[in-house]
């Protein structure tokens, strides 16, 4: 049983089993082991439903009667001032454990289940595989392991600027996504990491300059392009030819499904679209044959469930080595985004206005035009398209690939440019 009685070392000293409580501390207590050891205790009851809480100092003398009345006063004090000592102690574990990984795995999170930003929409996959691209290949190997909190300013400027003096768009993007990531984990929204202070809120003041692209691809070009994708294995051809006669994004055809063309419609949904509105695409022949897949996916990966994401990039390098051994000279490297500036690009050349230019790449109107003007501009889409469709098989039919592209032996007549025939190869935009 235990006994009330003002502890000194000497009586700690003396005991030989039981334990002996401090009358001075509450809770506190020193309990004589089955080896022999005296172990400080402590265990008061927390207002609340957690009932009591339980702690171990350690051995005595190893901890004499003073620093263990201390050690056990400190509780005290926290629980008299209403505070349970668990709280305090899970969020310095948080606090000491938050690194900059375990933060962003929060953000993704938060990321794909729409928490992230203001306007609580869920990213596209686009998107989201290229913030976890940005923080695996920039972010991760330097700052990684370093607790969040203690991130600062002059730590982002340098990963920043480092990465500027090879790559200044990446750099861009960089602080771009720190900004966006460091803001969210400093807001409302990111309680769970609970940044007190944002070190990358100035981090838009750091941009380098950029020179937009202007790659398109002249006529000539798009005759060797077509003439090198014929050698390409077949799901690559298909996608790139998409590329080139819808004018989509990389995004849109590489994660289309089959079950989003309908009555010869390709309808991209708008969670799927850049700026979150429907784009309807009216297929042409060769188009429908293209799209054509056994799989949930236009384009399925060999190996997993879902679409097939790699390989892309490395198709199109091996399409334009091949282009330069036709040509004679090198081929500056385009990406899927340049097919969409060539389509834009001889939109003037075939008689095709504006608005019906700007609606194919699923631009959207401004101003007071976008709130009054509510013409969906979908027949002369289809017109466009069909006309486009037509003016690329073609020159496909000049260079003698047309069949193993899938184009079929003729080109409609129904679409033919009123200027007569395709501009033949030769005449650069």
């Known amino acids: 049983m235990n006994r009330t009685i003002t502890l000194t070392p000497s009586l700690i000293d003396g005991m030989a089993k039981g334990s002996l409580n401090d009358p001075l501390t509450p809770g506190l207590a020193i309990q004589m082991l089955s080896r022999g050891k005296k172990v400080w205790k402590y265990m008061r009851w927390v207002p609340g439903k957690r009932g009591f809480l339980r702690r171990?100092?350690?051995?005595?003398?190893?901890?004499?009667?003073?620093?263990?009345?201390?050690?056990?006063?400190?509780?005290?004090?926290?629980?008299?001032?209403?505070?349970?000592?668990?709280?305090?102690?899970?969020?310095?574990?948080?606090?000491?454990?938050?690194?900059?990984?375990?933060?962003?795995?929060?953000?993704?999170?938060?990321?794909?289940?729409?928490?992230?930003?203001r306007s609580k929409r869920k990213n596209k996959p686009r998107t989201i595989s290229d913030k976890i691209a940005i923080f695996s290949r920039d972010v991760e190997p330097e700052l990684g392991k370093k607790i969040i909190y203690d991130i600062t300013e002059d730590d982002l400027?340098?990963?920043?600027?480092?990465?500027?003096?090879?790559?200044?768009?990446?750099?861009?993007?960089?602080?771009?996504?720190?900004?966006?990531f460091f803001g969210w984990a400093a807001s409302l929204r990111g309680k769970e990491v609970g940044l007190e202070v944002d070190p990358a809120r100035r981090l838009g003041d750091l941009r380098f300059p950029e020179t937009p692209r202007a790659r398109k691809l002249s006529l000539d070009e798009l005759s060797w392009f077509l003439r090198a994708l014929a050698e390409e294995r077949r799901d690559f051809r298909r996608g790139m030819l998409l590329w080139l006669l819808t004018a989509a994004r990389f995004s849109e055809v590489v994660f289309a499904k089959t079950a989003e063309l309908q009555d010869g419609v390709w309808t991209i949904p708008a969670e799927r679209s850049k700026n979150g509105q429907a784009h309807?695409?009216?297929?042409?022949?060769?188009?429908?044959?293209l799209f054509r897949s056994n799989s949930e996916w236009l384009f399925p990966a060999?190996?997993?469930?879902?679409?097939?994401?790699?390989?892309?990039?490395?198709?199109?390098?091996?399409?334009?080595?091949?282009?330069?051994?036709?040509?004679?000279?090198?081929?500056?490297?385009?990406?899927?985004?340049?097919?969409?500036?060539?389509?834009?690009?001889?939109?003037?050349?075939?008689?095709?206005?504006?608005?019906?230019?700007?609606?194919?790449?699923?631009?959207?109107?401004?101003?007071?035009?976008?709130?009054?003007?509510?013409?969906?501009?979908?027949e002369e889409k289809r017109?466009?398209?069909?006309?486009?469709?037509?003016?690329?098989?073609?020159?496909?039919?000049?260079?003698?690939?047309?069949?193993?592209?899938?184009?079929?032996?003729?080109?409609?007549?129904?679409?033919?440019?009123?200027?007569?025939?395709?501009?033949?190869?030769?005449?650069?935009?």
């Open 157 to 180: 400027i340098a990963l920043v600027e480092k990465k500027g003096k090879t790559a200044k768009v990446r750099a861009n993007r960089l602080a771009a996504e720190l900004k966006v």
């Open 302 to 378: 060999e190996k997993v469930e879902g679409p097939r994401t790699q390989g892309w990039y490395e198709a199109r390098d091996r399409v334009v080595a091949r282009m330069a051994k036709l040509a004679g000279r090198p081929i500056e490297r385009f990406t899927p985004h340049d097919f969409r500036r060539t389509a834009r690009s001889n939109t003037k050349r075939l008689n095709i206005d504006f608005e019906t230019a700007e609606a194919m790449l699923n631009h959207l109107k401004t101003g007071l035009e976008r709130t009054y003007d509510r013409y969906d501009l979908e």
């Open 383 to 429: 017109r466009w398209f069909a006309r486009w469709e037509n003016e690329v098989l073609a020159i496909a039919r000049r260079a003698g690939v047309h069949e193993q592209l899938e184009g079929g032996d003729a080109v409609s007549g129904a679409a033919r440019s009123p200027q007569g025939p395709a501009v033949e190869p030769g005449l650069h935009l």
């Open 56 to 117: 171990t100092l350690g051995t005595y003398p190893a901890f004499s009667l003073p620093s263990a009345r201390e050690w056990a006063n400190e509780l005290n004090a926290m629980i008299d001032a209403g505070t349970d000592p668990r709280d305090i102690w899970q969020e310095q574990e948080r606090r000491d454990t938050m690194t900059v990984n375990r933060a962003h795995v929060l953000y993704m999170n938060a990321v794909r289940e729409g928490r992230a930003s």
């Open 280 to 289: 309807r695409i009216a297929l042409g022949p060769w188009g429908l044959r």
